[in-house]
Structure formats: structure tokens, C-alpha cells
């Protein structure tokens, strides 16, 4: 509503879908580690072929029936081949071990309220950016929990840094009332 024009509205869902496309294909950087180390990059050509294949494959599949959103679902189904395949192969060469779990539990948290934020809809804008605005701060806080769980130490270090942050600006605060 606020950057189209009404003869774009029903193309909404097509940018929501195509986001997540940089995002599977930024996790092919985290599990390219054993190709680097291998110093062979085959896997990676590979995957970008084997999902583009795919795409086109999904393409006659989905856009019958779901139309610009089949075409964009398509598309990132093909993407999510590239950290898929790029893992296995480089697992071969070099194994890392990622916490699937936590993977998971982040991208599914953010798809439900990424979904769910997309069905409110409301006449009025201000209460629609709070509403989002609610979600955004729920995912973060959700987000928080799961790193408290799975990744201890990396809480720790957040927690630090809001503690230090917090003593900056007491220091900070001194200074301004110190009478010159």
C-alpha cells in the first residue's frame, strides 16, 4: 500500500516469497567450507546448475496453478539445492556439523510470523506498522530464547554487550552533569 500502486496489490505475495531466496542462498557461504578447504569449487557450479534445472522443472509445475506465486516459489525451491547440495558435497571433503535444529526452528519461526503478519490486514496503517511492529519484536525475542538454548555462550556475549552498553551510557550520562 505504501510503495505500489493498487493495480500491483495482488503481486504481494511474490516479493514475501522472493526474499527468502538470498537468504537459502547466503547459507551456501556457511556450508562451502569444506569445498574451500578442499580447494575445489565444482560442487558449487554444480549447484547452481542442478537448481536452475530444477527451477525451470517447478516452473511448468507450479505457474499453471499458482500463477506469478508458482513462479516465484519455483524459484527459490531451486535455491534451496545450492546450500543443500554444496553441504553434501563438502561434507565429503571437509565434515562440519551445523545445528540443524536451531536452523529450523529460526526459519520456521520467521515463515509463521511472516505469514501470519501477512494476513492482518486493517484500513488503518498506524495500527497495522504497531501490529507488525509487535511481530517483529515477538520473532527477536523468540530468536533470543532459542539462542539461550542452543548457543550458551554466544547469549553470553549478547548479554555482555547490552551490559557494556548500558555502562557507556551511564558513563556518559556522569559526564554530561559534571558541573566545569
Known amino acids: 500500500v505504501l510503495f505500489a500502486r493498487p493495480s500491483y496489490y495482488a503481486a504481494a505475495w511474490v516479493p514475501c516469497i522472493l526474499s527468502l531466496g538470498p537468504i537459502i542462498y547466503s547459507l551456501s557461504c556457511f556450508t562451502q567450507v569444506g569445498c574451500y578447504v578442499k580447494k575445489n569449487m565444482k560442487p558449487v557450479a554444480t549447484s547452481v546448475l542442478l537448481a536452475g534445472a530444477l527451477s525451470v522443472c517447478l516452473y511448468f509445475v507450479l505457474i499453471p496453478s499458482l500463477g506469478k506465486e508458482g513462479a516465484a516459489l519455483a524459484t527459490v525451491?531451486?535455491?534451496?539445492?545450492?546450500?543443500?547440495?554444496?553441504?553434501?558435497?563438502?561434507?565429503?571433503?571437509?565434515?562440519?556439523?551445523?545445528?540443524?535444529?536451531?536452523?529450523?526452528?529460526?526459519?520456521?519461526?520467521?515463515?509463521?510470523?511472516?505469514?501470519?503478519?501477512?494476513?492482518?490486514?486493517?484500513?488503518?496503517?498506524?495500527?497495522?506498522?504497531?501490529?507488525?511492529?509487535v511481530i517483529i519484536i515477538v520473532y527477536f525475542l523468540i530468536s533470543l530464547w532459542q539462542v539461550s538454548v542452543h548457543d550458551k555462550e554466544l547469549f553470553k556475549g549478547f548479554v555482555a554487550a547490552l551490559s557494556n552498553l548500558k555502562n557507556y551510557r551511564n558513563v556518559r550520562n556522569r559526564r554530561n552533569h559534571i558541573v566545569s
Open 77 to 133: 525451491c531451486g535455491q534451496v539445492i545450492i546450500p543443500l547440495f554444496i553441504y553434501w558435497k563438502g561434507n565429503k571433503y571437509y565434515p562440519v556439523r551445523y545445528n540443524a535444529r536451531f536452523l529450523a526452528t529460526v526459519i520456521v519461526t520467521s515463515l509463521l510470523l511472516g505469514i501470519g503478519g501477512r494476513q492482518i490486514v486493517l484500513a488503518q496503517p498506524f495500527v497495522l506498522v504497531a501490529i507488525k511492529f
